[in-house]
């Protein structure tokens, strides 16, 4: 016999479930790495609320503290309530500088799960080829 046998060959309707079970494989794959990626992502955007938060509480423990000293070093030579105004002006700068750091940290940006869509991109393209 030189042909092979016809029935050692899969049927379509195997080769349709076994692509099926290959397409959920791949479905399962994706969401699982979408969920780690988001999970990174999230330690990522808490970290920025704790330096949020942190870089506050620092500027307040820094606005009572320089106010009181570098208000009464400078009403030494100006008015008291000219001394206080500009001790809060830089104080209020600077909390705000650490805070702005804080905010860059919670972008929205930061969370796009940029591996899994690559991920999803060349599936689609392999998916493509193949059909």
Known sequence: MTGSDPRDTPSLGSLAGGLAGD???LVRG??????AEFDGKLHGLIAGGVSLLGGA???FAGLVVVLEGGA????????TWAALLI?????VAVGGLIAR?????LSIRNLTPDRTAANLSK???ILKEHL
């Open 23 to 25: 397409v959920g494989d």
């Open 30 to 35: 994706e969401l699982a790495l979408a969920r």
């Open 57 to 59: 509480l620092v500027a």
């Open 72 to 79: 009464a070093v400078l009403a030494m030579w100006l008015p």
């Open 87 to 91: 001790v809060g002006v830089v104080i």
């Open 101 to 105: 750091a804080g905010l860059a940290r």
């Open 123 to 125: 599936d689609g393209r």
